[in-house]
């Protein structure tokens, strides 16, 4: 059974910074591009950020810059390094992780979100 589990959520005031972990368990995620997203109440889940699996990176341009996406294979961990936090940042922050096959079936998992509270 495919799990993914966050952790390094918490609240920390403007200008601090948090780093986000998400482990995979049940599966060999080497091939698949693990991401992160975000969600306010009442609002759309939004991409942050994602790195397929040659490392490629991509960023929301409200992130860049200032967050950095990265994984290790090994332990099939996704993180995401947040740096010069903001208020607008505050979100409940959840993993992916995805895999299109050639016959254009989707694999798509998520974690359950860790909360990120930025505020004095």
């Known amino acids: 059974q495919v799990q993914l589990v966050e952790s390094g959520g918490g609240s920390v005031p403007p200008g601090g910074s948090l780093r986000l972990s998400c482990a995979g368990s049940g599966k060999d995620f080497t091939v698949y591009t693990m991401g992160w997203f975000r969600q306010l109440p009442g609002k759309e889940r939004e991409l942050v950020a994602t790195?397929?699996?040659?490392?490629?990176?991509d960023y929301s341009d409200a992130v860049k810059g200032r967050f950095t996406i990265s994984r290790d294979n090994a332990i099939n961990t996704v993180y995401l390094q947040m740096n010069r936090l903001k208020p607008e940042d505050t979100a409940l922050y959840s993993c992916?992780?995805?895999?299109?096959?050639?016959?254009?079936?989707?694999?798509?998992?998520w974690g359950r979100g860790t909360q990120v509270t930025v505020s004095s």
């Open positions: 992916n992780f995805r895999r299109r096959f050639i016959n254009g079936r989707v694999n798509d998992y």
């Open positions: 790195i397929d699996g040659g490392r490629n990176t």
